[in-house]
């Protein structure tokens, strides 16, 4: 069973920037659907957002998400962080299906990373 690989958590101050890794080893990541959950904790998982197949950018309010095909990795940007983003992060793809709406992850995803935390605190 695959298992993507993740990094790129911390600490972060509020206001600031974090900058989370994906990489897919052994796979490429053309045509698959990318999606990015977090758990806080006493919470259950949440979608964050979402990347549909056929694109390699996507724009979503305060987070940015890039899939590198060379590298077979995905990138979530974030900014303008609070507090009530601190949680466990975690990277999923899947191949068929689409994002809600166009920006958030729905259904099963087939392949999901470890998991990184991310702390927003001063």
């Known amino acids: 069973q695959l298992q993507l690989v993740q990094s790129g958590g911390g600490l972060v101050q509020p206001g600031g920037s974090l900058m989370l890794s994906c990489q897919a080893p052994g796979i490429g990541l053309d045509g698959y659907v990318i999606g990015w959950f977090r758990q806080a904790p006493g919470k259950e998982r949440e979608g964050v957002t979402c990347?549909?197949?056929d694109i390699t950018r996507a724009y979503h309010g305060r987070f940015t998400i890039t899939r590198d095909n060379a590298k077979r990795t995905v990138y979530l940007l974030m900014n303008s962080l609070t507090p009530e983003d601190t949680a466990v992060y975690y990277c999923?793809?899947?191949?068929?299906?689409?994002?809600?709406?166009?920006?958030?992850?729905?259904?099963?995803?087939?392949?999901w990373g470890q998991g990184t935390a991310v702390t927003v605190s001063s």
């Open positions: 990347m549909n197949a």
């Open positions: 999923a793809i899947k191949k068929s299906g689409a994002c809600l709406g166009g920006t958030l992850p729905t259904g099963s995803f087939d392949y």
